[in-house]
């Protein structure tokens, strides 16, 4: 299982990404490996409205309301959770959206995340050591 941060979901959308490809690739591979947190959607859609336009935004939400991907609707212990983590490390300053993609990683077992975050990400030593994709590819 894959869970995906925001800025992976975004390059596998816009193919002028510079990692649109590597992800491409790699969702293509195995798309039901993927799992995308509730709390990424928000970040997604104002991010591909804003720069790809109504019509890409379009597509995605219609990508995602005839389930094309997975969604981690989540659970209050996905926020305790995240919350723990965002304690932990303080100093990171992670956010709500980091640290519930973090948590719903630990809590599905995944064996990766698909995150450009890799300062943030790779920071954080979370159950199970999970990837980071596409740096561990």
Request: one cysteine or more.
């Given at each position: 299982?894959?869970?995906?941060?925001?800025?992976a979901v975004y390059a596998l959308v816009d193919s002028r990404d510079r990692h649109h490809r590597?992800?491409?690739?790699?969702?293509?591979?195995?798309?039901?490996?993927?799992?995308?947190?509730?709390?990424?959607?928000?970040?997604?859609?104002?991010?591909?409205?804003?720069?790809?336009?109504?019509?890409?935004e379009e597509a995605f939400l219609g990508d995602l309301a005839e389930e094309r991907f997975a969604?981690?609707?989540?659970?209050?212990?996905?926020?305790?959770?995240?919350?723990?983590?965002?304690?932990?490390?303080?100093?990171?300053?992670?956010?709500?959206?980091?640290?519930?993609?973090?948590?719903?990683?630990?809590?599905?077992?995944?064996?990766?995340?698909?995150?450009?975050?890799?300062?943030?990400?790779?920071?954080?030593?979370?159950?199970?050591?999970?990837?980071?994709?596409?740096?561990?590819?």
């Amino acid at each position: 299982m894959i869970v995906a941060d925001t800025g992976a979901v975004y390059a596998l959308v816009d193919s002028r990404d510079r990692h649109h490809r590597t992800l491409r690739a790699l969702f293509e591979s195995d798309p039901d490996a993927w799992v995308l947190p509730w709390a990424i959607l928000p970040e997604v859609d104002y991010l591909v409205g804003k720069r790809l336009g109504a019509k890409v935004e379009e597509a995605f939400l219609g990508d995602l309301a005839e389930e094309r991907f997975a969604v981690a609707w989540g659970d209050e212990g996905d926020l305790m959770e995240a919350h723990r983590i965002c304690q932990r490390h303080r100093a990171l300053r992670l956010g709500l959206v980091d640290a519930v993609v973090m948590a719903v990683s630990e809590r599905l077992e995944a064996a990766a995340i698909a995150t450009l975050d890799v300062r943030d990400f790779g920071a954080v030593k979370l159950r199970g050591e999970p990837k980071l994709y596409p740096r561990d590819l």
